[in-house]
């Protein structure tokens, strides 16, 4: 008896069937990570590196030879251009919606946030057509257009205005959080000091956004440069006149000057690994900097 009790005891006690481990779905992450990889690599790391193989595997003689070509040159600085113009518009436009939107409350926010939001939603080529339907020959201010001798369509300004529509909502969508989050006290702790509102704004404003505002404008940047759909129904794509380096890229291809085309796409591309390597530096900045905050 008293053996079997103490064998009974050694016994390790068998546990419910929902304690047991569970190893029969380890493969599930395995596969999902698999796929994962396979996919972005379709879509992403196989084109990307062959961009840079089509650039390169004939040397970098005749890579520089398609950067010194005029075309060329006039799409980078018709690129180089827009975003010098669009940036700076949609910044200013960004701090003044953001500012109202995140410290007021008042009818129409909602309706004024949708029409920020408004760019994301509409196709590029939608938003370009937009624009022909308003400027174009047979548009709303087309005849008084003609009449004053004012060209918009096929035009630099044509080009900027899509570039500018595009690129409206980042500088907004960046700072309305930040703002959202720092609140109003030190601006009207600053006010009650003495403070006027233009000193309130740069001393206390803007540098608590700058983080936010900065990552607003370098993804401005980033999409103004890389427009392609709504540019190229108000632009016409003339070369030499009213190509930007995306109009230039698909152009080159179609003539079959695949090193040229290959060439600019190799700038586009280093646009955008510059573009997520800042944005990563600003991303792990502005998270240090709400931390501070809180």
Not at 27 to 50: D, E, G, M, Q, T
Not at 219 to 232: D, I, K, Q
Request: charged letters at 15%; one cysteine or more; aromatic letters at 10%.
């Amino acid at each position: 008896m008293t053996d079997n009790l103490i064998g009974a005891s050694l016994q390790t006690p068998e546990l419910p069937p929902h304690d047991k481990p569970v190893t029969q779905a380890n493969w599930i992450p395995v596969v999902l990570i698999a796929i994962a990889l396979l996919f972005l690599a379709l879509i992403l790391y196989i084109p990307a590196i062959n961009v840079f193989y089509q650039a390169f595997h004939n040397g970098f003689g005749p890579f520089l030879h398609n950067l010194a070509e005029p075309n060329f040159q006039h799409a980078a600085r018709m690129t180089v251009a827009l975003a010098a113009i669009a940036v700076p518009l949609n910044t200013i436009f960004g701090l003044c919606a953001a500012w109202a939107l995140a410290n007021k409350r008042f009818r129409g926010r909602t309706l004024l946030l949708s029409i920020i939001d408004l760019p994301f939603a509409i196709s590029p080529v939608v938003a370009g057509l937009m624009i022909m339907l308003l400027y174009g020959r047979q548009g709303w201010f087309g005849e008084w257009l003609i009449e004053n001798n004012i060209k918009i369509v096929f035009a630099f300004p044509a080009m900027m205005l899509a570039t500018a529509f595009v690129s409206l909502p980042f500088v907004a969508r960046e700072v309305i959080p930040v703002l959202e989050e720092e609140g109003v006290d030190q601006e009207e702790a600053a006010y009650t000091l003495g403070a006027t509102p233009w000193q309130t704004f740069w001393r206390i404003t803007v540098p608590n956004i700058r983080w936010g505002l900065l990552y607003g404008v370098l993804l401005t940047n980033a999409r103004a440069m890389g427009e392609f759909g709504a540019v190229s129904v108000v632009s016409g794509n003339v070369a030499g006149q009213t190509q930007s380096l995306p109009l230039f890229v698909e152009e080159a291809y179609k003539n079959y000057d695949t090193e040229a085309a290959y060439s600019a796409a190799v700038l586009l591309a280093l646009l955008a690994v510059v573009t997520l390597v800042l944005k990563e530096i600003l991303e792990r900045r502005t998270g240090g900097h709400l931390k501070k905050t809180h």
